[in-house]
């Protein structure tokens, strides 16, 4: 079955500046990679998602890159602010949700004011 | 537009014994997924609901069961609770069989 595996376990960084969080899939026939923000005591919420047949995807602050041929995406968030606190995961899925997805460990990501 | 929503919000139950969890998905979704989320880990895939049937299932025995209904609401019962069992269970809907999940707040399960 699927494997994601996501870096780092835990990312610091100063209000303002970016971040990047990586993962690793490792069933070439995923096509559909989400990434959620789950703030503590809440369940997980869809900020941005991609399909196989694009490279990039942005939405204002927030963009994920995909690359198939090393089967791996990335999430970057620029501008951070305090807000953006919280745990972040990575999913990847084929067979159109069927198989469920499956996620990555997460990434707990401070901003320092 | 009103979200997924589960009850109970908290739950605590022994070694051995049953629990039924609910969920109601968002306006207009009707496909349920449920996760199971351990501490500090990511959730990890139960099964799928589509239409009243199960439509996929992860790797779980069979003592974690569910069911659907006409109105897309779903439960998802757990039998002879372990104290693995512990952990926050997640519902997410989707319109139709698409790939977008939406998440509800969970169901934090707690085995003494």
């Known amino acids: 079955g699927e494997n994601v595996e996501q870096h780092p376990s835990t990312l610091s960084v100063q209000e303002g500046d970016s971040a990047v969080i990586k993962c690793t899939y490792s069933?070439?026939?995923?096509?559909?990679f989400p990434w959620y923000k789950q703030e503590l005591g809440k369940g997980p919420q869809l900020i941005i998602d991609?399909?196989?047949?694009?490279g990039e995807k942005k939405d204002q602050r927030i963009a994920v890159t995909l690359n198939k041929t090393a089967k791996h995406f990335s999430l970057h968030i620029t501008e951070t602010q305090p807000e953006d606190s919280a745990v972040y995961f990575c999913?990847?899925?084929?067979?159109?949700?069927?198989?469920?997805?499956?996620f990555g460990k997460g990434t707990h990501l401070i901003i320092q004011p | 537009e009103t979200g997924v929503t589960q009850s109970p919000t908290h739950l605590i139950k022994t070694r051995g014994q049953q629990v039924t969890l609910r969920c109601s998905s968002q306006s207009g979704h009707n496909t349920v997924s449920w996760y199971q989320q351990a501490l500090g880990q990511g959730p990890q895939f139960i099964f799928q609901y589509y239409r009243e049937e199960e439509n996929g299932r992860g790797n779980f025995p069979p003592r974690f069961s569910g069911l659907q209904f006409p109105n897309y609401s779903s439960e998802l019962n757990v039998n002879a609770l372990e104290l693995d069992d512990s952990a926050l269970y997640l519902c997410?809907?989707?319109?139709?069989?698409?790939?977008?999940?939406?998440f509800g707040p969970g169901t934090r399960l707690t085995v003494t």
């Open positions: 999913a990847a899925s084929n067979r159109g949700g069927a198989d469920g997805l499956t």
């Open positions: 997410a809907s989707s319109p139709g069989l698409s790939y977008e999940q939406y």
């Open positions: 069933d070439s026939a995923s096509n559909y």
């Open positions: 991609i399909r196989s047949n694009v």
